[in-house]
Nanobody
Framework: QVQLVESGGGLVQNGGSLRLSCAAS??????YGWFRQAPGKEREFVAA????????SYADSVKGRFTISRDNVKNTVYLQMNSLKPEDTAIYYC?????????????????WGQGTQVTVSS
């Protein structure tokens, strides 16, 4: 079992930046993803990174503004979010998938964090 704990969410103005962190309870051979869920909407894919970190994928809506990265020594994955917009407001979830590939579908992931709220004011 792996526990994931997200942090770094908060309230930011339109155009601002935040960095989310996701700390895993132990080292695993896992790929990671970030997803988000806005009020009244379904959870959606945001970004993913392979175990080695050499492959990443982004939703079109965040491409060029968000960057996913990882530190395997610290068992932590990050999501740097720049040029934030009000439509980025959501609860952001970290997920882990045992394996080395790149995964973008929610159903592929084995473990989920509790989420962290990101609110972007206009």
């Amino acid at each position: 079992q792996v526990q994931l704990v997200e942090s770094g969410g908060g309230l930011v103005q339109n155009g601002g930046s935040l960095r989310l962190s996701c700390a895993a309870s132990r080292r695993t051979f896992s790929s990671y993803g970030w997803f988000r869920q806005a009020p009244g909407k379904e959870r959606e894919f945001v970004a993913a990174i392979s175990w080695s970190g050499d492959r990443t994928s982004y939703a079109d809506s965040v491409k060029g503004r968000f960057t996913i990265s990882r530190d395997n020594v610290k068992n932590t994955v990050y999501l740097q979010m720049n040029s934030l917009k009000p439509e980025d407001t959501a609860i952001y979830y970290c997920a882990a998938k045992l394996g080395s590939n790149l995964y973008v579908a929610m159903r592929d992931y084995d473990y989920w964090g509790q989420g962290t709220q990101v609110t972007v004011s206009s």
